[in-house]
């Protein structure tokens, strides 16, 4: 029968469907939920999006300081010229900066603006200070380390072997050179 349908006889290639005893299918068969309708999905209720609050501007003397800050920063660590305006930063201080013509200059001619700078510039030195001491040398203890037990290697009968042929080969050759030597040295005597 098998032959028939060109399968190897021992083979089988029939469905997958298994039917048990209690008459239900044991398999899952696509055809039988193709006209079924889809399961409902559950609706999810979506959360709105937080609203970006905007970014209140500051009180006056603290946007002013907040400035003052960022220019001394920006003269400590020689960063370049034309820094930004923060979001909290109001249009006052923006047309006070803007009639000195950058942050920096209108921050030069605010009163305390170099002893910021000066009090900045201790800071960062001390802290390089501090970096450089605890980077110092750093001691570290060495423990002895145990030997281990180490395999010796299996001799190699076969090379041994071969060098005492060479070391017997040796010592004939040696033998009758001491030998050659005597009758040469008898001879002509």
Do not use: C
């Not at 193709?34 to 209720?45: F, I, M, V």
């Not at 041994?160 to 009758?176: G, T």
């Amino acid at each position: 029968m098998g032959e028939k349908f060109g399968l190897r006889r021992g083979s089988y290639s029939g469905g997958h469907t298994i039917i048990r005893a209690d008459g239900s299918f044991g398999s899952f068969d696509p055809a039988e939920t193709r006209y079924e309708p889809k399961r409902a999905q559950k609706n999810k209720t979506k959360r709105p999006k937080k609203a970006v609050k905007p970014s209140k501007p500051l009180p006056l003397a603290a946007q002013r300081k907040m400035l003052l800050n960022i220019a001394a920063d920006a003269r400590v660590s020689n960063r370049k010229q034309g820094l930004k305006f923060p979001k909290n930063i109001g249009d006052e201080i923006q047309q006070d900066v803007a009639r000195a013509g950058t942050i920096e200059a209108w921050a030069s001619k605010q009163a305390g603006f170099n002893e910021l700078v000066k009090t900045k510039l201790q800071k960062k030195q001390a802290k390089a200070k501090r970096k450089s001491n605890t980077a110092g040398p750093v001691q570290v203890e060495v423990v002895a380390k145990r030997r281990r037990a180490v395999q010796k290697p299996k001799p190699d009968l076969d090379r041994i072997a071969f060098l005492k042929d060479e070391i017997a080969q040796a010592r004939e050759f040696i033998s009758l050179a001491e030998k050659e030597i005597k009758h040469l040295e008898s001879g002509s005597s």
